[in-house]
């Protein structure tokens, strides 16, 4: 059975995420919570600054917020400005560090990522391996991060204080 058209078909638009870029975490206070309204995921910029993934994020700090309304509920000591306190906690550093390999990756010209992938075959490929272990959550940013400083900086000598 055919599916009947009910008028035209509309013009997809886009909109931008609103991406956790900024160097640190802390441009989030008195940005998640505002009185009664807690904001998670994407409304919160909730999204990760490396692969613009923001469904891990929507769920995991909508749970971190009903985790806080709970708190709240139970103890009328407890404030609604834990949730941001918690979502700091959690996303905090991982978010600084693929910010900072975002501005990485994509600052560079498309050139350059052919040429260091035909100069050093077997170097970037290990890096995109690495990078695969990001995305299947066996690896995080911090450490992958890490990993790439220590290789960067194995044909530098050490520095002396002299």
């Known amino acids: 059975m055919p599916i009947p058209v009910i008028g035209p078909v509309p013009t997809p638009r886009g909109h931008p995420i609103p991406v956790c870029r900024r160097q640190s975490p802390k441009h989030w206070r008195g940005e998640l919570v505002s009185r009664r309204a807690l904001l998670v995921g994407d409304a919160g910029g909730l999204v990760d600054p490396l692969l613009g993934e923001g469904i891990y994020y929507a769920v995991r700090s909508g749970r971190l917020a009903a985790d806080a309304i709970l708190a709240m509920w139970r103890d009328s000591a407890r404030r609604l ?24 990756v994509y600052g560079l010209p498309r050139s350059w990522h052919r040429w260091a992938g035909s100069r050093y075959p077997n170097a970037y490929r290990r890096v995109l391996e690495r990078y ?23 044909p530098f000598p050490p520095r002396t204080n002299a």
């Open 81 to 104: 400005e834990e949730y941001e306190e918690m979502a700091i906690r959690e996303f905090g550093t991982e978010f600084r560090i693929a910010a900072r390999l975002s501005r990485f």
């Open 132 to 154: 695969c272990q990001v995305l299947q959550g066996e690896e995080t940013y911090r450490s992958l991060w890490l990993h790439m400083v220590r290789k960067l900086a194995r």
